[in-house]
């Protein structure tokens, strides 16, 4: 079983469409956890970064982190084709120092006009 | 753009080539990483640097060398390359302390003919 479950999609869904997308993950060290936002030929933009458990809104965006069922989840309102692109959920352990981050698999998006 | 500058961004290279990667970032950050990325799979780490020490090296083969001359800058050297380790390179950068988030840049896309 990988520590970091992400469904790889493709999902594709209208303009205007709130998007869900959702990890799950195992290990119950990890703390902090972020979404990214990568588009083609590109390398991953952090759009996200929660720690605690709870909601975290930005903009269109809201991240939702539920620690006692290992579960993260990003909405996207309003959904725009400039939104279409690959999402990876990371996450790692609070211990000090640099860290290693564990991604899921990536969920790739396209909105339609 | 992104706060973690990549050169080249595009490196074609013969199996007997060497050639160097090069990265930097100017956000005060302690923490370097690289990693590799294959067509629709996540990033891969392959090293981190904490304080300019190499602190994670994730059983990297030899023919991939690297080296932070400084806090700013990270190099990733290469030599005798196989075509299978045609991908994108990805380096990022975290302030260092636990659990915070890595920025990328955009990388180098590596073909090994």
């Known amino acids: 079983q990988k520590e970091v479950e992400q469904d790889p999609g493709p999902l594709s869904v209208p303009e205007g469409a709130i998007v869900s997308l959702n990890c799950t993950y195992s290990n119950s060290a990890f703390q902090y956890f972020m979404w990214y936002r990568q588009y083609s030929r590109k390398g991953p933009e952090l759009l996200m970064y929660?720690?605690?458990?709870g909601n975290k809104e930005d903009g269109r965006f809201t991240a939702q982190v539920d620690k006692s069922s290992k579960y993260i989840s990003l909405f996207i309102r309003d959904s725009q084709p400039s939104d279409s692109a690959t999402y990876l959920c990371a996450m790692n352990p609070i211990q000090g120092g640099a860290q290693k981050l564990v991604f899921g698999q990536g969920t790739r998006l396209t909105i339609n006009p | 753009d992104t706060e973690v500058t990549q050169t080249p961004k595009h490196l074609v290279m013969g199996m007997t080539n060497k050639k160097s990667l090069k990265c930097e970032q100017h956000m005060g950050h302690r923490a370097m990483y690289w990693y590799k990325q294959k067509a629709k799979k996540p990033p891969e780490l392959m090293f981190v640097y904490s304080y300019e020490k190499l602190s994670i090296n994730e059983s990297v083969p030899s023919r991939f060398s690297p080296e932070c001359p400084n806090s700013s800058l990270l190099n990733l050297h290469l030599h005798a390359l196989q075509p299978e380790d045609s991908a994108l390179y990805l380096c990022a950068s975290s302030p260092g302390q636990g659990g915070q988030p890595q920025h990328f840049g955009d990388g180098t896309r590596l073909s090994i003919l």
């Open positions: 929660t720690y605690s458990s």
